[in-house]
C-alpha cells in the first residue's frame, strides 16, 4: 500500500467523503465535510466524482510525504500551501513526483482547507461512507483523526492537463455572513417578539464550536415549550435550549435531540459558518423553503456551469 505517508497530521485533519447517509435508524450522523463547496471543487480541480474522499484540515500544520506521482489540489482556507518549501497556489491542480513534501501551514483566513488527489484516497467504506465521525469512532483509519505514520493510499496518476479555478470565484473567508433560515414546525413556539429579536439580533460566534455544533451568544431568546420528547434533527437545526442561547447543529451532530428548534441554517450557509474563527459577527434572516430551493438550484448551476483555467 502506498500514496501519501503523514509525517505530522496537523490540529485536526479527518477523511471525509460526500457524508454518510440512510443510517440515522441506528444511531449514526452523517458526517462529511463542513464546507461541501470547498471540498467538491478540490475534487473537481482533480477531475474526480465530487463525493471522492479527500481530507479536512482544520486550522493548518498537516505535513505529507508523497510516494506515488499524482495529481494534488488545495481549497478552502487560506492556509499556506507548499511543495518541497516552495509556495504553491491554492484552488489549482499540481503534479507531485514521489517524495515530494507537502506542508500546510496555519490559516490566515477561514477555518477548513481541503486536499484532494486525482481518483480520491483509497479507503474501505463503512455503512456506505468513508467519512470520519471520531465521536462515533467510524470511518476513515480506526475513525480517528490522521496520526503521525499513517499511510493515506492512493493510486497512481498522470495527466497532462491541469485546472485552476479564478481568483473572482473564489471564496472570501473574511466576509461578514448572514445566515439564512427556514422556520421549522416549532416556530409558533416562539412569539413574534422572540423571532424579531432573534433575526434582529447581532451574534457572536464562541470558541464552543466543533464539528457538531456551533455555539452563539448574543440576544437571549425564549421558547414556550418546557421541554420536548426527542426527535430527529436536520442539519444546520438551530436549536434554543434553557439559556436561551442559539446552538447550530452541523454535520457530526446527535441523531436526536430535545431542545426547541426555531429553525434551520440552509446548508450553503452552514457551509460559511463552518469557516468562521471564534468572534466572529453573525446574524440571521428568515427565507421561505421555495427561496431555499432557488439559492440552491442557482449555486449548484452556477458550479456545473463555470469554467476551469487550464494552466498545463
Not at 27 to 48: I, S, V, Y
Not at 162 to 174: G, H, I, T, V
Not at 282 to 298: D, P
Request: overall charge neutral.
Amino acid at each position: 500500500m502506498s500514496g501519501f505517508l503523514v509525517k505530522q497530521p496537523g490540529l485536526l485533519t479527518l477523511i471525509q467523503d460526500g457524508g454518510r447517509y440512510g443510517h440515522h435508524r441506528i444511531g449514526l450522523t452523517n458526517g462529511g465535510p463542513l464546507d461541501a463547496d470547498a471540498f467538491k471543487w478540490a475534487n473537481r480541480l482533480c477531475e474526480n466524482d465530487l463525493n471522492a474522499t479527500a481530507l479536512e484540515i482544520s486550522i493548518g500544520g498537516l505535513v505529507l510525504e508523497a510516494q506515488v506521482d499524482t495529481i494534488l489540489a488545495v481549497t478552502g482556507a487560506n492556509m499556506p500551501f507548499k511543495i518541497n518549501g516552495q509556495e504553491a497556489q491554492r484552488w489549482q491542480g499540481h503534479k507531485i513526483k514521489a517524495g515530494d513534501k507537502i506542508e500546510l501551514g496555519f490559516t490566515t483566513a477561514g477555518t477548513r482547507a481541503y486536499l484532494a488527489v486525482a481518483g480520491g484516497f483509497q479507503m474501505e467504506k463503512t455503512f456506505s461512507s468513508t467519512a470520519t465521525v471520531t465521536r462515533e469512532a467510524i470511518g476513515g483509519l480506526n475513525g480517528q483523526k490522521l496520526q503521525q505514520g499513517d499511510i493515506l493510499a492512493c493510486k497512481s496518476h498522470h495527466a497532462d492537463t491541469l485546472w485552476a479555478l479564478a481568483e473572482s470565484e473564489q471564496p472570501d473567508y473574511l466576509q461578514s455572513a448572514t445566515l439564512r433560515v427556514i422556520l421549522g414546525y416549532q416556530q409558533h413556539s416562539f412569539d413574534p417578539v422572540q423571532q424579531r429579536l432573534f433575526f434582529s439580533s447581532e451574534y457572536t460566534l464562541t470558541d464552543r464550536a466543533d464539528r457538531m455544533g456551533f455555539r452563539l451568544e448574543g440576544r437571549r431568546i425564549q421558547s414556550t415549550l418546557d421541554g420536548i420528547l426527542s426527535e430527529g434533527i436536520c442539519h444546520g437545526a438551530i436549536q434554543i435550549p434553557a439559556d436561551g442561547q442559539p446552538i447550530v447543529l452541523l454535520n457530526d451532530r446527535q441523531t436526536i435531540g430535545g431542545y426547541p428548534k426555531i429553525g434551520s441554517v440552509i446548508a450553503r450557509d452552514t457551509a460559511k459558518l463552518s469557516q468562521r474563527m471564534p468572534g466572529t459577527k453573525l446574524s440571521f434572516e428568515e427565507i421561505s423553503l421555495e427561496q431555499a430551493h432557488n439559492i440552491n438550484c442557482l449555486a449548484e448551476r452556477r458550479f456545473i456551469t463555470t469554467t476551469l483555467q487550464r494552466i498545463a
